[in-house]
């Protein structure tokens, strides 16, 4: 309501400025050039009146604000920017999505951790390399060294350098194993029907003890017959990388938003400056001589 009205009473003046009064009246004068009798909302002066328009308005639409400054505030905090502007809705906004999307961040990540333990346990407890090297030496001819001693760990009980130098001999088999433990040997062992039968509930065909015409069925066959603890364990892993998903995601969504949130930001305040009234003197010549003279200006840009 208060920039209507100021507009309303720009838009009645019939000229862009205004005289002052000379200085040697006492009383206003309304017998000028210009009819100022549109400025007397109240009992006085046209310097009065500015006064009034400049003390009620100016302080709010004179001083512009900086979209560059706009910008920077929301890019590091996004919707301190928008506040800045005037605009506290929108920036309420903003900070309402950055906040929501660093817990969801945290929450998912946190998630997958713990989904990641689960899915790791599970596989070291039921997948075991010596099983899967077993059938590599039965099936496949292999002559990979085993160390008899259960008291260790499998993954302790294999070199795992001859285990790949014999997967790349065979041109059925698409991965070489990677060393325990990394993100890539629990990846493989649950995603690469050539690791199936390091499950603890696989068999081969003819169970390690197979005759000549077994060996081949196998060979043609193992990629086939997945266990249920090569699916359960694939299902497991699957769910940790979904999780993860979730939260990468919400990063993604940290990132729009201090960008979208700056140019937002930078815009609201470049909006804000196009409408305003400005006040000032110039030098001009009117009924009284050339002189300074108060000017009052509107300025709408679209």
Do not use: C
Request: proline share 5%; hydrophobic share 40%; charged share 20%.
């Amino acid at each position: 309501m208060e920039k209507m009205k100021y507009i309303l009473i720009m838009l009645l003046l019939p000229a862009v400025s205004i005289a002052a009064d000379p200085p040697w009246q006492t009383n206003p004068v309304y017998q000028s050039v210009f009819d100022r009798n549109v400025l007397q909302y109240h009992s006085g002066t046209f310097s009065e009146t500015i006064n009034i328009i400049d003390d009620s308005y100016s302080e709010k639409n004179i001083q512009k604000k900086s979209p560059l400054l706009a910008g920077i505030m929301s890019a590091a905090v996004p919707g301190v920017g928008e506040i800045y502007a005037g605009s506290w809705w929108r920036g309420l906004l903003h900070v309402g999505i950055e906040i929501g999307s660093w817990v969801a961040y945290f929450h998912y990540d946190a998630k997958g951790d713990d989904q990641t333990a689960l899915f790791e346990t599970y596989a070291n407890q039921h997948w075991d390399v010596t099983r899967y090297v077993q059938w590599l030496n039965v099936y496949w001819g292999g002559s990979i060294h085993v160390n008899p001693n259960h008291n260790l760990p499998p993954w302790e009980r294999v070199d795992w350098q001859q285990i790949n130098e014999f997967e790349r001999t065979i041109s059925q088999f698409s991965h070489r194993l990677e060393p325990f433990g990394t993100q890539q040997y629990y990846e493989l062992i649950g995603k690469y029907p050539q690791y199936n039968r390091g499950w603890e509930d696989s068999h081969p065909i003819g169970n390690f003890e197979p005759v000549e015409n077994q060996i081949r069925a196998e060979q043609d066959a193992y990629f086939d017959d997945i266990s249920d603890m090569f699916s359960l364990y694939s299902g497991k892993r699957g769910y940790a990388n979904t999780l993860y998903a979730r939260a990468h995601n919400a990063v993604l969504v940290v990132f729009l938003n201090h960008f979208i949130s700056a140019f937002h930001a930078a815009f609201l305040a470049h909006s804000y400056n196009q409408a305003h009234i400005a006040v000032d003197i110039e030098n001009r010549k009117d009924l009284y001589g050339e002189r300074f003279v108060p000017t009052m200006r509107l300025q709408v840009e679209f």
